[in-house]
Antibody, heavy 118, light 109 residues
Framework: QVQLVESGGGVVQPGGSLRLSCAAS????????MQWVRQAPGKRLEWVTF????????SYAGSVEGRFTISRDNSKSTLYLQMNSLTAEDTALYYC???????????WGQGTLVTVSS | EIVLTQSPGTLSLSPGERATLSCRAS???????LAWYQQKPGQAPRLLIY???NRATGIPDRFSGSGSGTDFTLTISRLEPEDFAVYYC??????????FGQGTRLEIK
């Protein structure tokens, strides 16, 4: 069955960096676009970034543009999110999700928590 | 960027009742590219509906979606105890960016 498992979250100081990973299994990873979505405590879901199935197209939310970089390694069925210059506003549970059709998300991981605090 | 507004913020109903959740877009949603998700505490969101009215795999037929243009509705015909959760709508026709509504909390009365 389809599984998405995020890792790499933790506590980081403002201005610091983290790299999140999302290990995919149960499907042909290289055939699907992928996204990161985050959710601050008690808040709504917020889309962060998208990458096309082959990595050729990437897009970012304005709030993370220039600080976050999405990438993927199709040989390892793994999605990444490099996060730099972190601020308290980046504190959230980060989910990876598989994209279907024109852009809905049919499978989600359980999330990895990022806390930015001094 | 399309803004999605969900109403009501909280809906209090009893098992067996019918639930009607609304999602209104600030602009026309292209080709009814609207999805609905259910999220329970401590869990990831679960896809319920895509394309405004198509049930995702494994979703019970008591869940239905409707609407077009700027007004969309998620209906749960007869509430089961496991249906009490937070529901989000998502627009993906104009992505990027993808946008989500602020959520409707469905609670037991």
């Amino acid at each position: 069955q389809v599984q998405l498992v995020e890792s790499g979250g933790g506590v980081v100081q403002p201005g610091g960096s983290l790299r999140l990973s999302c290990a995919a299994s149960g499907f042909t990873f290289s055939n699907y676009g992928m996204q990161w979505v985050r959710q601050a405590p008690g808040k709504r879901l917020e889309w962060v970034t998208f990458i096309r199935y082959d990595g050729s197209v990437k897009s970012y939310a304005g709030s993370v543009e220039g600080r976050f970089t999405i990438s993927r390694d199709n040989s390892k069925s793994t999605l990444y999110l490099q996060m730099n210059s972190l601020t308290a506003e980046d504190t959230a549970l980060y989910y990876c999700a598989r994209v279907r059709g024109s852009g809905w998300f049919d499978y989600w991981g359980q999330g990895t928590l990022v806390t930015v605090s001094s | 960027e399309i803004v999605l507004t969900q109403s009501p913020g909280t809906l209090s109903l009893s098992p067996g009742e019918r639930a009607t959740l609304s999602c209104r877009a600030s602009q026309t949603v292209t080709s009814s590219y609207l999805a609905w998700y259910q999220q329970k505490p401590g869990q990831a969101p679960r896809l319920l509906i895509y394309g405004a009215s198509n049930r995702a795999t494994g979703i019970p037929d008591r869940f239905s979606g409707s609407g077009s243009g700027t007004d969309f509705t998620l209906t749960i015909s007869r509430l089961e105890p496991e249906d009490f959760a937070v529901y989000y709508c998502q627009e993906y026709g104009s992505s990027p960016p993808v946008t989500f509504g602020q959520g409707t909390r469905l609670e037991i009365k």
